[in-house]
C-alpha cells in the first residue's frame, strides 16, 4: 500500500514467457475494459496489467497484475518502467456527453491533459509499446452522410467528442515525432454484456434505460418520434461489446505485425431505430410503461458506421451484435447485477 495505492500481482511468476504479450489497459475496470481484459484471457497469449482508480469485483479474476491507480500517477509510470508493456489499450476517461456539457473543465483534463502527461512517459520507455486508443463515433458530430467512413469529416459538438479528437491528433503527432504507433477505434454505441461483465446502473444508453425502468418499476421516456425515418423514431448502430474487445485484440496484432498507426470504424453497417430496440426489449422482458417526449437538440435522424475497413483490414468480424444477442445478454447481466 502506497498512498492509497495498491499493486496486487494475481499471478506470480520467476519467469516471464517471452512468447505471451504484456498488455496494459487503462480504465481497465470499466464497462469495455474488463471485457477486453477478459476477451484477453479467453485468447490466450496475453499477460493483462489492469490500471484503474476503482475496483469491481470481476477485475481480478481478467487481469494477472491490478494497480490502483489513476492513469497519470507516480505508481503508473514507476510500474511501465519496471515491467513494460508491448501494448497499451488506453481506455481510461471520462465519457459522458451531458456531463462534458456541464463540466467540460473535467473532461479536457481527464481525457487530455493527463493523456499527453501519459504519452509522454510511454515515448520515454526502453521500448515504445503499440497503442490501442478508445475513440468515439463522437468525432464526427452530426455528419453530413452515412453510412459514416473514416475519412468523413471530423467536426464534434461537444467537448467529449472535442478531447477524443484531440487525442487522435496528439497520436499521430507523437507517432510522426517519436514513432509511436497506435490505432483509434472508433466505437459506435457500445451495447449488451458477457455473462459476468456488464455495464454499473445508470448507463445513458437506450437499452440500458429501458431495462433500469424494467427492474425500477418505472416509465421510461422515448425521445422524438418525428425523425426522418421510417417508424419517425432516430437510427444508430449498435455493436456487442464482446465485439468490440474482440477488435483491440486485432488492433494489438495489426499494430505489432504491421506496425503502422490507423483509425477504425467499429460498427455493423446497419442501423436500428429506437423503436424496434423497444420492440425487441419488450419481447424480451415483458412490459414497461412507455411514454412520448420531445426530441433531444441535436440528436441526428441517422447514425451508422461503415466498418467495412475494420473487416478487411484487420479481419474483424461482429459475431454477437444481433439485436436479439445484444438485448438477451444485457438482460441476463441486469438480473445478475440485481
Known sequence: MNNGYVLVPIIESTQVNQSIKHVVITGGCGYIGSH??????????????VIDRVSRRHTLKYCDTFLIADYDSEETYIRLQNDPPDAIVHCAGSLLVGESVENPALYYDNNVAKTARFLDQVRQLPHLPVIVFSSSAAVYGNPASVPITESSPIQPMNPYGHTKAMVEQMLKDFDRAYGLKSVCLRYFNACGADIDIGQEAGASHIIARLLDAKLANNTFTLNGTDFNTADGTCIRDYVHVNDLATAHITAIDYLLEVGESNQFNLGTNEGISNQQ??????????HIDIQTGPRRAGDPDILIANA?????????????????????????WYQRRE
Do not use: P
Open 308 to 332: 467495412t475497413k475494420a473487416w478487411e483490414v484487420l479481419a474483424w468480424e461482429t459475431e454477437y451484435s444481433a439485436l436479439e444477442t445484444i438485448v438477451d445478454s444485457a438482460w441476463k
Open 277 to 286: 430496440i423497444i420492440n425487441q426489449v419488450l419481447e424480451t422482458v415483458g
Open 36 to 49: 477486453i481484459a477478459k476477451a484477453m484471457q479467453r485468447h490466450g497469449g496475453y499477460r493483462v496489467t
